[in-house]
């Protein structure tokens, strides 16, 4: 077998297991508070697990540049062992937690040492040949995806079967089985010394010299619109269920169904709109995936009946399968030569600004145009990130040949 399917198959699991260990949590984590860590007020649980499950986001956008930085310079699979065993041994403390302030620091720590997801997508981006890198971003993508539609059926499961301490041991423990897997099979070829010889610049430095290039400014911005898009109406579909269908006894089930619906086809078309995207160009895929997107949050708006806003959602996972990993493609396409994997830091902590920021956005605005608006004000988004990337990526682009 090639190596660089070698490295793909090898990081396909563990984008897996690193998602599915940072999702794994979600279904319990207010009972692991309540029942574990002495917490008894429903608003000051609701208040500490808003502080915990977003302090991984906040930590990680800070941290990620550096560790892009570093990997330039001593090597993407040195930043993955790095950031794979370092969160298998937080994780592994997280089962240890007393009181709910070790458990907001462990997450903390866990977004510092973070960097598993970038450094896989910058490795696979350097050690896959061209006309392959669409499928192989788009398998990637598929095994993050998965992971992170797993992880919260997985953790529901294993909460009622062993208890909740014993999922951070089983999630730390299957990080660092993937992060040996790393260890022994993946390989890149890195030249330390000629990568060190070069002149060293601050991360501010580096910022500055990959946003100066139009293409990875726009998709820089690209990528926060999306992830707001996607994110700000998340985290309310259980209630905008409940509003359309008040006789629901099963609320959490449904709302489950929901959102694996969307990760489901979002991971069925991923590798197929990668290997497309191979043939006709990454730009026109992001464009139709864009525009597909837009389309696809208007009947969410408009549901009648939670079967409805499913279809909907399943045909949207259907186009976001295909706009991050294309997204990737892009960023190696036009990245500056030798700071591939800090251009792919700072887009990954874009992505972890967005995940902050939208879904505190979204509860706010919600609350003035309610949960439809919010998937009106995404259809809108995706509309005006698909005219962004006409102007900034396939009208630039066709001049620049002429």
Same mark, same amino acid.
């Given at each position: 077998?090639e190596?660089?399917?070698?490295?793909?198959?090898?990081?396909w699991?563990?984008?897996?297991?690193?998602?599915?260990?940072?999702?794994?949590?979600?279904?319990?984590?207010?009972?692991?508070?309540q029942?574990?860590?002495?917490l008894?007020?429903p608003?000051e649980?609701?208040?500490?697990?808003?502080?915990?499950?977003s302090?991984n986001?906040?930590?990680?956008?800070?941290?990620?540049?550096?560790?892009?930085?570093?990997s330039?310079?001593?090597?993407?699979?040195l930043?993955?062992?790095?950031?794979?065993?370092?969160?298998?041994?937080?994780?592994?403390l997280?089962?240890?937690?007393?009181?709910?302030?070790?458990?907001?620091l462990?997450?903390?720590?866990?977004?510092?040492?973070s960097?598993?997801?970038p450094?896989?997508?910058?490795l696979?981006?350097?050690?896959?040949?061209?006309?392959?890198?669409?499928?192989?971003?788009? %398998?990637?993508? &598929?095994g993050?995806? =998965?992971?992170?539609i #797993? /992880?919260?059926?997985?953790?529901?499961?294993? !909460?009622?079967?062993i208890?909740?301490?014993?999922?951070?041991?089983?999630?730390g423990?299957?990080?660092?089985?993937?992060?040996?897997?790393v260890?022994?099979i993946?390989?890149?070829?890195?030249?330390?010394?000629?990568?060190?010889?070069?002149p060293?610049?601050?991360?501010l430095?580096g910022?500055k010299?990959i946003?100066?290039?139009?293409?990875?400014a726009a998709?820089?911005m690209?990528?926060?619109?999306?992830?707001?898009?996607?994110?700000?109406?998340m985290?309310?579909?259980?209630l905008?269920?409940?509003?359309?269908?008040?006789?629901?006894?099963?609320?959490a089930?449904f709302?489950?169904?929901?959102?694996?619906a %969307?990760?489901? &086809?979002?991971?069925? =078309?991923?590798?197929? #709109? /990668?290997?497309?995207?191979?043939v006709i160009? !990454?730009?026109?895929?992001?464009?139709?995936?864009?525009f597909?997107?837009a389309?696809?949050?208007?009947?969410?708006?408009?549901?009648s009946d939670?079967?409805?806003?499913?279809?909907?959602?399943?045909?949207?996972?259907?186009f976001l399968?295909?706009?991050?990993?294309?997204?990737?493609t892009?960023?190696?396409?036009?990245?500056?030569?030798?700071?591939?994997?800090?251009?792919?830091?700072?887009?990954?902590?874009?992505?972890?600004l967005?995940?902050?920021?939208?879904?505190?956005?979204?509860?706010?605005?919600?609350?003035?145009?309610?949960?439809n608006?919010l998937?009106?004000i995404s259809?809108?988004?995706?509309?005006?990130?698909?005219?962004?990337?006409?102007?900034?990526?396939?009208?630039? /682009?066709?001049k620049a040949?002429g």
């Open positions: 077998m190596q660089w399917k070698k490295n793909l198959i090898v990081l699991f563990g984008q897996f297991l690193v998602m599915s260990g940072m999702t794994m949590i979600m279904p319990f984590l207010t009972l692991y508070l029942t574990d860590l002495g008894s007020d608003h649980i609701a208040i500490w697990a808003g502080f915990i499950f302090s986001f906040i930590t990680a956008f800070l941290f990620q540049p550096l560790w892009g930085k570093l330039d310079k001593y090597g993407r699979k930043m993955l062992l790095r950031s794979g065993f370092g969160m298998a041994i937080v994780m592994c997280m089962g240890f937690a007393a009181a709910p302030i070790h458990l907001l462990l997450r903390l720590l866990n977004g510092v040492i960097g598993f997801n450094a896989s997508v910058a696979v981006s350097a050690t896959t040949p061209k006309n392959k890198l669409g499928f192989a971003m788009g %398998t990637l993508q &598929s993050g995806i =998965a992971g992170t #797993l /992880g919260p059926l997985i953790g529901g499961i294993l !909460a009622d079967a208890g909740y301490r014993f999922i951070f041991y089983i999630t423990a299957s990080i660092f089985v993937a992060t040996m897997l260890m022994f993946v390989k890149e070829r890195f030249d330390r010394k000629q990568a060190s010889a070069k060293q610049i601050s991360v430095a910022l010299q946003v100066v290039v139009p293409q990875i998709l820089f690209i990528t926060l619109l999306i992830q707001f898009a996607n994110m700000s109406p985290s309310l579909i259980p905008y269920i409940q509003e359309l269908n008040p006789e629901l006894t099963n609320l089930f709302a489950g169904l929901v959102s694996s %969307t990760g489901l &086809s979002n991971m069925l =078309a991923s590798p197929v #709109l /990668g290997k497309i995207g191979d160009g !990454a730009e026109k895929i992001l464009l139709i995936c864009l597909g997107s389309l696809s949050f208007v009947p969410q708006a408009l549901a939670v079967w409805h806003l499913l279809l909907a959602r399943f045909c949207l996972g259907l399968g295909g706009l991050v990993p294309t997204v990737n892009l960023l190696g396409k036009y990245s500056p030569r030798g700071m591939e994997t800090r251009t792919y830091s700072f887009n990954s902590s874009t992505i972890s967005g995940n902050v920021i939208a879904p505190i956005s979204g509860g706010f605005v919600s609350g003035w145009i309610g949960i608006g998937f009106i259809a809108v988004l995706m509309l005006l990130n698909g005219v962004w990337v006409w102007f900034s990526l396939l009208h630039q /682009g066709s040949e």
